[in-house]
């Protein structure tokens, strides 16, 4: 991405709630002291060589999920579409899904199911993918599964507790029957409607939202054991951690509490938003880094170190291949799909396909 085209691209995404400061963002995206600050340590990932692109020319691409014939199914947030990446970086349509699909996962039932922001917000003009202003009318998202044979889907939730889903933003399946969400929040470049933290049954029959008013929930993953999810709050560049008491369950939130909605796991300093995340076999939590562009990779005391990535806005990662070491990259705004190789094997999911 050009100075010039991340100048174009900035007012537009300012007002929509999603852009850093000018001045900000440049310094990152130039790959300045700025981001010199927050270089990785780790040896092995130092000596490895790099990110490979796979795919590029896609529509902001988010929500990676690694297949078994090796392929990469993700969500394109611009085009609205469900889309396979081949190994050879052939893209192809699964599913026309409007709105703004933004995540995505395997269910129990081999379907995929999709986190649906209901198009919270437009598209920049430009070759860079950056939000662009908010759309006149918005009347909030949903959840949606899609067969991946034919390309079907339907709407599995759009209301909780009589209210609409609030751009929904990023799911992990818990092998119990249900799975955690975020819904992200949205803003109209003025007002900013909070996001919250939810839990659903898989065959629709429940959802309960267990955080509510937070500034802007993104990624969400759970612990090696499942007893602590982990979500991101995306503006804040602060992870947290929640421990439940059962599957599906967390302690009920305190109404006009001083305490924080859970354990602060750690806040990044300076301007970096935190996107999705995935979780290592042995625990860390791997986070999208928005423009401080990388992989920040957490340990559950707090400690973190961080991988730049071509792209400042690296959106999402996914773990996948034979050992789980295997890592594809979204690099969101210049529409790419990087592959590279990761010191340590993540956790498999609870579902693969």
């Avoid at 659903?200 to 929930?217: L, N, T």
């Avoid at 354990?263 to 401080?292: H, M």
């Avoid at 996914?318 to 592959?339: E, I």
Wanted: proline share 8%; net charge neutral.
């Amino acid at each position: 991405m050009t100075r010039n085209k991340v100048e174009a691209a900035l007012p537009v995404a300012q007002e929509a709630g999603v852009g850093p400061s000018r001045r900000g963002f440049l310094a990152l995206a130039a790959g300045t002291a700025a981001t010199a600050l927050f270089t990785a340590s780790d040896a092995v990932l130092a000596a490895s060589p790099g990110p490979q692109l796979v795919a590029e020319g896609l529509q902001f691409p988010e929500g990676p999920i690694a297949m078994a014939d090796g392929s990469v199914v993700l969500v394109e947030i611009r085009a609205r579409t469900l889309s396979r990446i081949a190994p050879t970086g052939r893209r192809s349509v699964i599913a026309e899904l409007g709105g703004g699909p933004n995540g995505a996962a395997v269910g129990p039932d081999g379907a995929v199911y999709v986190c649906n922001n209901g198009g919270a917000w437009g598209w920049a003009e430009g070759e860079a993918n950056m939000p662009g202003p908010p759309p006149a009318v918005y009347t909030g998202g949903s959840i949606q599964r899609v067969d991946l044979r034919t390309g079907k889907f339907t709407t599995l939730y759009d209301h909780c507790d009589g209210k609409p889903l609030n751009s929904p933003n990023d799911l992990v399946f818990d092998g119990q029957g249900g799975f955690w969400f975020t819904c992200y929040g949205q803003s109209d470049g003025e007002v900013r409607r909070l996001g919250g933290l939810y839990y659903a049954r898989v065959d629709g029959s429940k959802i309960i939202r267990w955080r509510s008013a937070q500034i802007s929930p993104n990624g969400v993953g759970l612990s090696p054991d499942r007893r602590v999810v982990y979500m991101n709050d995306c503006m804040m560049g602060r992870l947290y951690a929640f421990d439940l008491l059962r599957p599906g369950v967390m302690a009920p939130e305190e109404p006009n509490s001083p305490a924080p909605p859970g354990r602060v796991i750690a806040t990044l300093p300076g301007y970096q938003w935190l996107d999705s995340l995935k979780v290592e076999a042995g625990g860390r939590i791997c986070a999208a880094t928005l423009f401080n562009g990388g992989i920040t990779t957490f340990e559950p005391n707090g400690r973190y170190t961080h991988l730049p990535m071509p792209d400042a806005v690296t959106t999402n990662l996914c773990f996948g291949g034979a050992d789980m070491r295997d890592v594809w990259v979204t690099g969101s705004s210049s529409g790419k799909l990087y592959r590279l190789r990761w010191p340590r094997p993540g956790l498999k999911l609870a579902y693969s396909a």
